[in-house]
């Protein structure tokens, strides 16, 4: 089936530790981008790949590093910079033939412990 | 003041009610308009996608867009107690980059 797939749903985070959560979609969409959502907020923009091995920061890049090394994965890493990083992290990958419609993960669940 | 304006309700309704979902937008150049639909500790579904002006029908759901007043509407009838979720509206201009509202938390009561 198509779509895109993130890892894992639930992970917990030591004080100072790096994280990196894994997104891989089958779509083959060009664009990939990686959402924060706190709980009952919208969503703010982290990073974004609109190609391979090119990304721009988005509108709260500072704490989060991103890859994108082939087309079909674009994985983010949570710094020990990110002071607050316990939240809902969604990627969405999209396509240009349709005004940029995308389409989400099902999610992975941070928590700082 | 954000690009996409909405309301994050709750909005509370009885089952079988005709729904309204709505959001205001700022920027003119906006030409593409999305509502998605997102359930508890889930990622959000594409509902509904209309270029432009004009309605847009898909089943028991109709989007609106007026762009000469800047108004998005989501219209929901014979509402079911599976459509409570959140609905998150989104907007883009010919670059592509989405503007999200906030979105409105929609409680259908059985």
């Known amino acids: 089936d198509g779509g895109i797939t993130q890892s894992p749903k639930y992970l917990f985070r030591k004080e100072g530790q790096n994280v990196t959560l894994s997104c891989e979609q089958n779509l083959n969409h060009d664009a990939m981008y990686w959402y924060r959502q706190d709980p009952g907020q919208g969503l703010r923009l982290i990073y974004y790949s609109q190609i391979v091995n090119d990304f721009q920061k988005g509108d709260i890049a500072e704490g989060y590093s991103v890859s994108r090394e082939k087309k079909e994965s674009f994985p983010l890493t949570v710094t020990s910079a990110q002071k607050n990083p316990t939240a809902f992290y969604l990627c969405?990958?999209?396509?240009?033939?349709?005004?940029?419609?995308?389409?989400f993960g099902e999610g992975s669940w941070l928590t700082v412990v | 003041q954000k690009e996409v304006e909405q309301d994050p309700g709750p909005l509370s309704v009885p089952e079988g009610a005709i729904v309204s979902l709505n959001c205001t937008y700022s920027n003119s150049a906006f030409q593409y308009f999305m509502w998605y639909r997102q359930y508890s500790r889930k990622g959000p579904e594409l509902l509904m996608y209309?270029?432009s002006s004009g309605n847009k029908e898909d089943g028991r759901f109709t989007a609106q867009v007026d762009k000469s007043s800047k108004y998005i509407s989501l219209f929901i009838r014979d509402s079911q107690p599976s459509d409570s979720a959140t609905y998150l509206c989104?907007?883009?201009?010919?670059?592509?980059?989405?503007?999200w509202g906030a979105g409105t938390k929609l409680i259908i009561k059985p």
């Open positions: 969405a990958s999209s396509t240009y033939s349709s005004g940029n419609t995308i389409y």
């Open positions: 989104a907007s883009s201009d010919s670059n592509y980059q989405l503007i």
């Open positions: 209309t270029y």
